[in-house]
């Protein structure tokens, strides 16, 4: 990842796909301070996230982790073991987190966006200081083999470029000088 030009993180992807499932494992180095990883897996069904697992370890020793269960049968969350009721405006959990596969999980697993297609949804955003996720309106468009994130309240756009033979995502960057390349191996 490039922020603002400079290489900030070196990031590796696994994908895990089910027949009604998909987990996104994330492994991140600082470029800065190596001691320092960054670990991220989640997962998704047709109804939405139904779990996160972040982790931040310098030196191998753990400083900080959210973990993130969600129930759809009874609209409930877990977030570091405290119960949550959360209010959905549509039939589904959508989340954001710490790197542009959650947008990209949005649009094309969960919402199923197609060509020229444009949808305004509910997503909960986490903030990083309190552990909470909000509920915050982003807008979501897709043309051809680019879709576009509108992040209205927190002010961040971004555009995640896709293979247009495949789909996988190739590119990301956000108005807030966050930059991604991905390698397909």
């Not at 949804?121 to 083999?145: I, M, Q």
Request: glycine fraction near 8%; charge should be negative.
């Amino acid at each position: 990842m490039l922020r603002n030009g400079e290489i900030n993180q070196q990031q590796s992807y696994t994908f895990e796909q089910g027949s009604k499932s998909l987990k996104i494992h994330e492994q991140a180095t600082l470029e800065g301070n190596k001691s320092i990883a960054i670990n991220c897996l989640f997962s998704i069904s047709p109804k939405g996230y139904s779990d996160i697992s972040i982790s931040v370890a310098k030196d191998g020793n753990i400083s900080h982790t959210l973990e993130f269960e969600y129930n759809n049968s009874n609209s409930t969350m877990v977030v570091n073991g405290i119960n949550r009721d959360i209010e959905l405006n549509e039939e589904m959990l959508l989340l954001d987190g710490p790197n542009p596969m959650f947008d990209y999980a949005n649009a094309i697993y969960l919402m199923g966006m197609q060509n020229m297609e444009t949808c305004t949804r509910t997503v909960h955003a986490l903030n990083w200081n309190t552990g909470e996720f909000y509920p915050l309106e982003y807008e979501f468009s897709k043309v051809d083999n680019i879709i576009s994130v509108h992040k209205k309240e927190m002010g961040i756009t971004g555009q995640i470029v896709l293979d247009e033979t495949k789909g996988y995502i190739k590119e990301a960057s956000y108005s807030n000088g966050e930059h991604y390349y991905f390698v397909n191996s």
